[in-house]
């Protein structure tokens, strides 16, 4: 199975609310990335978070990790029509090894 | 700073036919990776170079894939004969060293009749 399982499978939201996305994983890890990925194109990285650190922000979005409970949120504050897209988590265990969730599909509606 | 760079963007073969898939990753970056996405799914790792070795091949179908980095650059993936279930999306992407972000190419789209 998945190292990496992102919960829920699909969101659909309002333009200005708030996306959660929830990231499990199984194993110890050395960092944890979220990355985006638009309907037929390559995934875009969005942030990096290494184990050792608890919370990093990017603009509207903010990570957080918890390595007691192995898991992982993404959020992105005040959704616009743009932020439509894939969202997967992936777990660095293994000397950069990344393994990948089948991710969170969110839809943004204006 | 140009991208990660991979051609051809689609391909449409026959099963049983063979295909190539080329990444050029981006300069400088030792380490390259080759991963599988099938619709609905996440991408799943494939096959993982450092310069020119390979570091994890361990979900390389090897009786019909292969792949290879000459001089620790550029990367081919090839698949024959290919299968239906080789349908899928194939991504290059690249990291400057091991455990840092990975930077992904556009993909290549395979449809297998």
């Known amino acids: 199975s998945q190292q990496g399982e992102e919960d829920p499978q699909a969101l659909s939201i309002q333009e200005g609310e708030n996306a959660t996305m929830n990231c499990s994983y199984k194993?110890?890890?050395?960092?944890l990335q979220w990355y985006r990925q638009n309907s037929g194109r390559g995934l875009v990285h969005l942030i990096l978070?290494?184990?050792?650190?608890r919370e990093k922000h990017s603009g509207r979005l903010r990570v957080t990790l918890d390595t007691s409970k192995k898991s992982s949120s993404l959020l992105i504050t005040a959704s616009r029509a743009a932020d439509t897209a894939s969202y997967f988590c992936?777990?660095?265990?293994?000397?950069?090894?990344?393994?990948f969730g089948d991710g969170t599909t969110l839809t943004v509606k204006p | 700073e140009a991208g990660v760079a991979q051609s051809p963007r689609y391909k449409i073969i026959e099963k049983r036919q063979s295909v190539a898939f080329w990444c050029n990753p981006i300069?400088?970056?030792?380490?390259l990776y080759w991963y599988q996405q099938i619709l609905g799914q996440g991408p799943k790792l494939l096959i993982q170079?450092?310069?020119?070795?390979?570091?994890?091949d361990s979900q390389l179908p090897k009786d019909r894939f292969s792949a290879e980095r000459l001089k620790g650059v550029d990367s081919t993936l090839k698949i024959q004969p290919a299968k239906l279930e080789d349908s899928a999306v194939y991504l290059c992407?690249?990291?400057?060293?091991?455990?840092?972000?990975?930077?992904f190419g556009p993909g290549t789209r395979l449809l297998v009749l």
């Open positions: 992407a690249s990291t400057l060293g091991l455990r840092e972000t990975q930077y």
């Open positions: 194993t110890s890890i050395n960092n």
């Open positions: 978070i290494r184990s050792n650190e």
């Open positions: 992936a777990t660095d265990a293994n000397a950069g090894k990344s393994t």
């Open positions: 300069s400088g970056h030792a380490t």
């Open positions: 170079f450092q310069n020119n070795g390979v570091v994890d």
